[in-house]
């Protein structure tokens, strides 16, 4: 099994900054990892995929956060960031760290990022 806690959230200004962190622990074997990922939910909407990261380091974005977003990981402390800039009052939505290995997907228990005009 693997857990995952995710850190970081809060409420900030228009224009500030976070940096989300997800620390995995358990059965994770980091070259074993398919992907990983953040995603988020707002009230009244789908959960959507914010960013990813696979194995190879490739990264991908939604286009709403592209350029503002930036995802990153540490094999050695474990950890995934997600490093938010220019924050918007739409990117306001609970944020979940996800991995997926060897075909299971695991969920952290969410974070709250709340972002004020």
């Known amino acids: 099994q693997v857990q995952l806690v995710e850190s970081g959230g809060g409420s900030v200004q228009a224009g500030g900054s976070l940096r989300l962190s997800c620390a995995a622990s358990g059965s994770v074997f980091i070259f074993s990892i398919n992907a990983m990922g953040w995603y988020r939910q707002a009230p009244g909407k789908l959960r959507e995929l914010v960013a990813s990261i696979s194995s190879d380091g490739t990264t991908n974005y939604v286009d709403s956060v592209k350029d503002r977003f930036t995802i990153s990981r540490d094999n050695a402390k474990e950890t995934m960031y997600l490093q938010m800039n220019s924050l918007k009052p739409e990117d306001t939505a609970v944020y979940y760290c996800?991995?997926?290995?060897?075909?299971?997907?695991?969920w952290g228990q969410g974070t709250q990022v709340t972002v004020s005009s």
């Open positions: 996800n991995i997926k290995q060897r075909g299971l997907v695991y």
